[in-house]
């Protein structure tokens, strides 16, 4: 996996799901908002405590999640 660093995860913190840099935006919302039209620009400018990194990072991590398979352990 690649390193996400900017991508954390807290029990209280929305639920405990993918978020940026612990601020309560999670990766969801902006693959969310990228998969619906809006752009970069659009995103940080709505966002304004959002980077242009941090985008990048929330779409590869959305990106690895989605080709992650989980298989069950079999005895």
């Known amino acids: ?28 919302m902006v693959a969310g908002l990228v998969a619906t039209g809006h752009g970069r620009e659009a995103i940080l400018a709505l966002y304004p405590y959002l980077e242009p990194e941090d985008i990048d990072q929330a779409l590869g991590y959305a990106a690895w999640r989605v080709e992650e398979v989980e298989l069950p352990l079999v005895a």
């Open 1 to 28: 996996m690649k390193r996400y660093d900017r991508i954390t995860f807290d029990p209280n913190v929305m639920g405990g799901k993918p978020c940026i840099r612990g601020l309560r935006v999670t990766v969801g």
